[in-house]
């Protein structure tokens, strides 16, 4: 979560024809019933005829209890790979608070809420199975369980794409496609790859205040919510220097980051 992977995935889907002439079929693994449906995809691959590469995406695959998770891919003819994306703390904490503010959680706590609450889960990742988890060993040693090999990626805004293509493509031996594939449209409303500034975060929350108290409509709810995040892209145009919202805690949460990753 909050490391890239809805721009890859659209990237992925803009791209599903050119990427199965090459060997590579993809699909993407929603939350709901996430086993389920793996099982489901796995059993129509193999009926189909495996690929060179299958490529299954997914937030919460990290999430499955790992024997479950292992038992769904036995199935698979090859070892599978977990390639997870590791970002700093200082940089995923806010942007998952921000996700959380604009989605349909609809946050009405403040961030430093969200901070105790987030410390307190990566400092114990192991007692609960709910929430986003960023205690990048825990989720090593979940997808090993699981049987996967597991590879790291280190998050960069300006090459992160780059890099997981061409580990995609490497393994299709085919890595003349990299220059071939068609950037996906642009975001719009609220999609995940795109972000509120951290100056609108009191007019989000007194918005899913009024929404939850069904004052204002979750219709109007999101036609507010896409206006503050076009506020915000001017906002960051216009803005000198980084964002307060994020810099406030961002000494902070290094420390922290090392504390619980250390070397991620």
């Not at 946050?107 to 192991?126: G, M, V």
């Not at 790291?152 to 299709?172: F, I, M």
Request: proline share 5%; glycine share 4%; hydrophobic share 35%.
């Amino acid at each position: 979560m909050k490391t890239g992977s809805t721009a890859f995935q659209d990237l992925l889907k803009n791209n599903y024809s050119l990427l199965e002439q090459s060997g590579i079929r993809y699909h993407f693994l929603r939350n709901k019933h996430l086993l389920e449906n793996l099982e489901a995809v796995l059993q129509d691959e193999e009926k189909r005829g495996w690929p060179r590469v299958l490529f299954l995406s997914s937030e919460f695959l990290c999430r499955a209890e790992p024997l479950h998770l292992k038992a769904a891919l036995k199935s698979v003819p090859a070892r599978a790979e977990a390639v997870l994306v590791a970002r700093p703390l200082r940089e995923i904490y806010p942007s998952l608070y921000l996700q959380n503010l604009k989605g349909p959680v609809m946050r009405t706590s403040s961030y430093e809420e969200f901070l105790k609450d987030q410390i307190d889960l990566d400092r114990r990742p192991e007692q609960s199975k709910g929430g986003e988890r960023f205690r990048y060993q825990f989720l090593e040693e979940q997808m090993r369980t699981a049987g996967c090999a597991v590879h790291w990626v280190s998050y960069e805004r300006s090459s992160l794409l780059k890099n997981l293509v061409s580990w995609l493509t490497y393994h299709a031996d085919t890595t003349e496609l990299s220059g071939k594939l068609k950037a996906p449209p642009g975001a719009k409303g609220l999609s995940p790859r795109r972000s509120l500034d951290g100056s609108v975060v009191d007019a989000a929350r007194c918005l899913n205040t009024l929404c939850r108290a069904e004052k204002v409509s979750r219709d109007d709810r999101e036609k507010l919510l896409t206006s503050l995040l076009d506020s915000s892209d001017r906002i960051r145009l216009q803005r000198k220097g980084p964002d307060p919202f994020i810099e406030k805690y961002a000494a902070w949460l290094d420390a922290l980051d090392d504390e619980l990753n250390g070397d991620f």
